[in-house]
């Protein structure tokens, strides 16, 4: 990389039930770096579609990504996503890894989350996934830990 390049890395942690999403965030970080890269500002958008099959416990490679963000973006919807060796879920162990270094580091860090809103139907049975979606939406809200957004309206198409 260019060293008068100001890369701002993007670690966007969700489940796979948002996929429309992570590709709408990967057309903005496109978009954001044919306007800004003459400019000296890089975005590198990354997840865990970057990390290479490898041994070990599979969350471990990941959290690295997580350790070297400067800007941790949650996208939730139904899915809660499959438990870690150490956490509920690979979302939960990444959001806690950047609140961690959020309140150890000060503000280096920005945390960001959106949540689609659940439609009502899916509403009546909730199932475990979207039970604890909703427990944790409780707590972000409740605890105030981060800046959050909830909307009808797809990600997809407030990026265009």
């Known amino acids: 990389m260019d060293k008068d390049l100001r890369e ?3 670690f966007m942690a969700s489940p796979g039930d948002l996929t429309d999403e992570r590709d709408a965030l990967r057309n903005l970080e496109r978009r954001l770096n044919a306007m800004f890269r003459g400019r000296g500002v890089c975005v590198s958008i990354e997840g865990w579609e970057e990390v290479q099959p490898d041994a ?3 969350q471990e490679l990941i959290n690295p990504l997580v350790h070297d963000c400067d800007v941790f973006v949650g996208l939730l919807n ?3 996503g499959t ?4 956490d509920s879920s690979g979302f939960s162990e990444e959001f ?3 609140l961690k270094r959020r309140k150890e ?3 280096t860090l920005a945390i960001g989350m959106y949540f689609r809103d659940i439609d009502p139907e899916r509403l009546r049975d909730k199932g475990p996934q979207l039970q604890s979606v909703l427990a944790f939406k409780e707590r972000v809200e409740t605890e105030r830990l981060v800046l ?3 909307s009808a309206v797809r990600i997809t198409s407030l990026l265009r």
């Open 8 to 10: 701002l890395r993007v």
């Open 78 to 80: 139904a899915r809660w």
């Open 56 to 58: 070990g416990a599979p």
């Open 148 to 150: 959050h957004k909830s």
């Open 105 to 107: 580091g000060g503000y």
């Open 96 to 98: 806690n890894i950047a």
């Open 83 to 86: 438990p870690t060796d150490n």
